[in-house]
C-alpha cells in the first residue's frame, strides 16, 4: 500500500492564480480531511469528508473548496491563492472508529 | 466547540533529561491519540489510549489518559537527539460519531541538545 499520497511536494504560485493540491489514499478510509500548518500554529482543519459525495468545512475554510467523487481521491482547490496562503499542507485519512490517522507527505505551497 | 489544549508550545532539553507534554481537553474524549511529527516531516501516530487511567509504555515513552478522560500526557524518560520533534495530541468527542472531526492539541516542539 502507497497510504495517503499528495502532489505536488512544492508549488511556488503567483497571487490570484487558482491550483489543485491532490490527495489520494489506497486503504479504503472513509474519512479524509486537509490540514494545513503555519509556524506555531499547528495542524488547522480546512475541509474534511466522511464518505464519497460528503464534505464539510473544519476551522479555516475561506478560500478553498474540496470535492470527493470516489473514496479514493480528496483534491483541495485554492480558488485565488493569496500570501496568506503559504502554508504547508497536509491530506489525512482514516477509517471507521477509534483507528489512527495517517497523514500524507504534505504539499509546501508558496504564494508571492 | 471542543478545544484541546497542548503544553508547553516548546521545550528545550539536554540530551539525557525528562520530557513531559501535557493535553487538556474542554470536553471529555472517546480516545486520545499522540503523533510524532520529526522536523521537515508529516504527523506519524505513536499510540492510542480509550480507558480511563489508562497508561501505556513505548520504550522511554510514557503515555497516559486521566480519569475523566479530559486530559493527558506524554512523558519521555532520558531523551535522545532522536526524540526532537513536534508532539501532537488529538481526540475524538465522547459520544459524538466515529466519523467526528479529530481535534488535535497545537503541539509541543522539543529540540535536545547534545
Same mark, same amino acid.
Given at each position: 500500500?502507497?497510504?495517503?499520497? *499528495?502532489?505536488?511536494?512544492? *508549488? ?24 494545513? *500548518?503555519?509556524?506555531?500554529?499547528? /495542524? ?34 485554492? /480558488? ?28 509546501? /505551497?508558496?504564494?508571492? | ?5 497542548? #503544553? ?23 480516545? #486520545? ?12 501516530? $505513536? #499510540?492510542? &489510549?480509550? %480507558? ?8 522511554? $515513552? ?7 478522560? %479530559?486530559?493527558?500526557? $506524554?512523558? #519521555? ?14 481526540? &475524538? ?8 472531526? &479529530? ?12
Amino acid at each position: 500500500n502507497a497510504g495517503v499520497t *499528495q502532489t505536488p511536494k512544492f *508549488q511556488v504560485l503567483k497571487t490570484g492564480q487558482s491550483m489543485t493540491l491532490q490527495c489520494a489514499q489506497d486503504m479504503n478510509h472513509e474519512y479524509m480531511s486537509w490540514y494545513r *500548518q503555519d509556524p506555531g500554529m499547528g /495542524l488547522r482543519l480546512i475541509h474534511y469528508s466522511v464518505g464519497a459525495g460528503i464534505t464539510d468545512q473544519g476551522e479555516v475554510p475561506n478560500g478553498y473548496n474540496v470535492s470527493r467523487s470516489t473514496t479514493e481521491d480528496f483534491p483541495l482547490r485554492l /480558488l485565488s491563492a493569496a500570501p496568506s496562503q503559504t502554508s504547508v499542507y497536509f491530506c489525512a485519512s482514516r477509517g471507521q472508529g477509534l483507528v489512527p490517522q495517517y497523514f500524507g507527505p504534505g504539499t509546501r /505551497l508558496l504564494v508571492l | 466547540g471542543q478545544q484541546v489544549m497542548q #503544553i508547553p508550545q516548546y521545550q528545550h532539553v539536554q540530551e539525557g533529561e525528562d520530557f513531559t507534554t501535557y493535553c487538556n481537553s474542554s470536553t471529555t474524549l472517546s480516545n #486520545i491519540q499522540w503523533y510524532k511529527q520529526r522536523p521537515g516531516g508529516h504527523p506519524v501516530f $505513536l #499510540i492510542q &489510549l480509550v %480507558k480511563s487511567g489508562e497508561v501505556k509504555k513505548q520504550k522511554r $515513552l510514557t503515555f497516559q489518559f486521566g480519569e475523566a478522560k %479530559k486530559n493527558s500526557s $506524554l512523558h #519521555i524518560t532520558a531523551t535522545q537527539t532522536t526524540d526532537v520533534g513536534t508532539y501532537f495530541c488529538a481526540g &475524538l468527542k465522547a459520544g459524538g460519531t466515529s466519523y467526528g472531526k &479529530l481535534t488535535f492539541g497545537q503541539g509541543t516542539i522539543l529540540t535536545v541538545h547534545p
